[in-house]
């Protein structure tokens, strides 16, 4: 019978914390209008000066700057990342938008989602936006923490928040041979449209 305190106590702190962790990661909810105006900011950096530069090693990969970036969009979305095989490089993906697809009025006619790396999104009906529009507006983005200050900070964004990010778009070739090459454009879309990017700056809208 002694036990019995035990197993509930353990219980009532497992409800405890989950839904503490369910609070701290609540979605935000805005009102409707554009939240982050601005297209992202990119300084490409010649092949040359890349090839040149110094790389930056991290979690056994070498990475190369391909272009300075800052970004200032709405959080879509959050995947966290912690068995497959990019997972110490890009704990988690962002699905990023901006313009158009940072007004919660346009949002709710879109259905959002993102697994296996990859951020999908579908009309609710009619679309609002074209998919041009969508595709030019939006982005999943691999983020790389430069920092466990930065890391802290990624780990707390919540979905309707508005974040700049500042930092590199980067290529990266792991120790065996694995590699990973940032979208340098935003109107691409499918294998390869993501941006990789090295962020060592996080600014979160209050």
């Not at 095989?85 to 993102?114: C, H, N, Y």
Request: glycine content about 8%; aromatic content about 8%.
């Amino acid at each position: 019978m002694w036990r019995h305190p035990i197993l509930l106590a353990l219980v009532a702190a497992y409800i405890a914390w989950g839904a503490w962790g369910w609070f701290e990661n609540r979605p935000v909810d805005p009102p409707d209008g554009v939240l982050a105006p601005t297209d992202p900011v990119q300084d490409d950096i010649p092949d040359s000066e890349g090839a040149n530069g110094e790389t930056v090693r991290f979690a056994g990969w070498a990475l190369r700057a391909r272009a300075h970036y800052v970004i200032t969009a709405r959080v879509l979305g959050i995947e966290r990342y912690s068995l497959d095989t990019l997972a110490k490089l890009v704990p988690e993906d962002l699905a990023l938008g901006w313009g158009p697809m940072s007004d919660s009025g346009t949002l709710r006619t879109f259905e959002i989602s993102q697994s296996n790396r990859f951020f999908y999104w579908r009309a609710k009906g009619a679309m609002t936006l074209s998919r041009e529009t969508v595709i030019a507006h939006s982005a999943n983005t691999h983020v790389i923490p430069a920092d466990p200050s930065v890391a802290h900070r990624l780990s707390h964004l919540r979905r309707g928040q508005v974040v700049t990010l500042s930092g590199d778009l980067v290529d990266g070739v792991r120790e065996d041979g694995a590699s990973i090459k940032t979208s340098l454009v935003r109107t691409d879309t499918g294998p390869g449209a993501c941006e990789v990017m090295l962020v060592r700056e996080v600014e979160i809208e209050r």
